[in-house]
């Protein structure tokens, strides 16, 4: 059920009818009625792994309650293995046992060894990388003493399996999503229409943006042999800017979603585009992923590297930033990809700058000077250029990418057919860059409180609308990060 298709709009209707007027005089049946409503959305994909998914939930329950009852610290200890070990363990055999398989064999077969292992027909369950970081913070924050565990497996259930962000994130933490699932909701007009502004907002970045990026760029890294460098250099720019529009997109949705059904979710882009160095850019892309992972991984590791300074420091940001890379598959370019952005990073630590934040980075921040706009364009070129290696099916079609891109060829035309199509893509995105621009000071780029007169508010949400019917593609693309 995607977020842009119409089976998903009669879904929510429904949906949000029953849970506020129906169900929403009682919190538990409200509860029950979020988990139910999330299940039959997770089954709709593949109603087999919907038994992984409740699996997980009832194990993790009944584990956290443990930890937080058990006055042994050697038995709190075993209680969290067994958690991190089911969710690692599904991690590694669902996503990654295929990678290390066609790794292994790879190897032996430089020194002439052919291993006759091979490969399983393994399907990836939908956002299993998501809601099982939600099941390992709720383990290490019950043993680190920073949450008690809840005893109501419904709310438990319901936070794991939160269908706005169940697919694709946020990652919502527990001090985030269950306090609001344990106390009484009452509908916010305000906040229910806020919601319905981000959702339209994110299905123009989807449907506008991403969807006709993709009609593009996919042919482009297809057949990148063929082509000149001027349209490999279109690709990768539209390739960057349909992988934020997409992502962010569903994040829009997702948050706009919540919003109408009365909760607060994390917030998971701020204008990465606006961002003034590498570090930067981190603190603005898929917060909730790179917040996670440096509580739980670099944070940990920096402490324990810490007696050798920066280099203890360089190693545990390469370790995070490896692991940020491969969380997105079992691919070496995802790897690669989050190494090499490990490596921007050294200078900051170097001059000791790594936690300092300048004015314009923060949230309202106003730049005020051309050197803003300088390390803004230099940071989405350096973004733009690992961002092939991303998308590349391999390091070797990486590779030979940038060498097509920086050939003479770079100075050639584009042929008509690429200009019409692109022009009116770039015109999107230039709507897009502008009104996230003027709003880099709020949540969303809708949030227009600064026009006070309702019916200009509303020639711009009607303006959206008619851009959203009339150029979207024939052809509705899959969510990208449904795949990691």
Not at 159 to 170: C, D, K, R
Not at 288 to 308: A, G, M, N
Not at 367 to 393: E, Q
């Amino acid at each position: 059920m995607l977020f842009t298709s119409a089976t998903f709009v009669v879904f929510f209707a429904v949906f949000f009818l029953l849970y506020w007027y129906v169900f929403g005089g009682n919190l538990k049946l409200q509860n029950l009625f979020i988990l139910t409503g999330s299940y039959i959305f997770y089954a709709w994909w593949d109603w087999r792994f919907l038994f992984l998914l409740a699996g997980s939930s009832a194990l993790n329950y009944f584990l956290g309650i443990g930890i937080a009852k058990s006055k042994s610290e050697k038995h709190r200890n075993f209680l969290l293995w067994i958690g991190l070990a089911q969710g690692l363990g599904s991690l590694l055999f669902f996503k990654y046992f295929n990678f290390f398989i066609v790794s292994l064999v790879s190897a032996f077969k430089v020194f002439n060894i052919s291993l006759d292992i091979y490969a399983l027909n393994i399907l990836l369950p939908l956002g299993i990388s998501f809601y099982t970081f939600r099941t390992l913070s709720y383990l290490m924050d019950i043993k680190a003493g920073k949450i008690n565990p809840t005893v109501d497996w419904v709310i438990f259930f319901s936070y794991v399996s939160f269908f706005p962000s169940l697919i694709s994130g946020p990652i919502d933490r527990p001090k985030t999503l269950i306090p609001q699932l344990e106390k009484k909701r009452v509908f916010d007009y305000r906040q229910a229409s806020d919601g319905m502004r981000q959702i339209l907002w994110g299905l123009f970045k989807k449907i506008v943006i991403a969807d006709n990026c993709a009609a593009l760029t996919a042919p482009a890294f297809d057949h990148y042999k063929i082509l000149p460098a001027s349209s490999l250099l279109l690709a990768v720019f539209l390739f960057t800017v349909q992988l934020y529009a997409d992502f962010s997109g569903y994040s829009d949705m997702a948050i706009g979603l919540a919003n109408m059904l009365g909760f607060r979710i994390t917030r998971n882009f701020n204008f990465p585009f606006f961002a003034q160095s590498i570090p930067d850019f981190w603190r603005r892309w898929h917060i909730s992923l790179t917040s996670w992972l440096t509580d739980y991984v670099f944070t940990p590791l920096s402490i324990y590297f810490r007696d050798y300074g920066k280099a203890g420091l360089i190693l545990a940001i390469l370790i995070n930033f490896t692991a940020i890379g491969i969380w997105h598959g079992a691919n070496w370019t995802f790897l690669v990809f989050g190494f090499l952005h490990g490596c921007f990073f050294i200078p900051s630590i170097l001059r000791g700058a790594i936690n300092k934040k300048k004015k314009a980075t923060q949230i309202g921040g106003r730049p005020s000077s051309l050197k803003t706009f300088v390390n803004m364009a230099g940071t989405f070129i350096l973004l733009m250029l690992t961002f092939v290696i991303f998308r590349a099916d391999s390091l070797k079609q990486a590779f030979d990418y940038y060498r097509k891109l920086f050939s003479p060829s770079i100075l050639y035309s584009f042929t008509i057919t690429e200009k019409v199509n692109a022009i009116v893509t770039l015109l999107a995105i230039l709507i897009m860059l502008a009104a996230e621009w003027l709003q880099r000071d709020k949540q969303h780029a809708l949030q227009l409180d600064c026009i006070k007169r309702f019916p200009m508010r509303a020639l711009i949400y009607f303006s959206l609308i008619f851009i959203i019917l009339f150029f979207s593609p024939p052809k509705i693309t899959d969510f990208i990060y449904f795949k990691f």
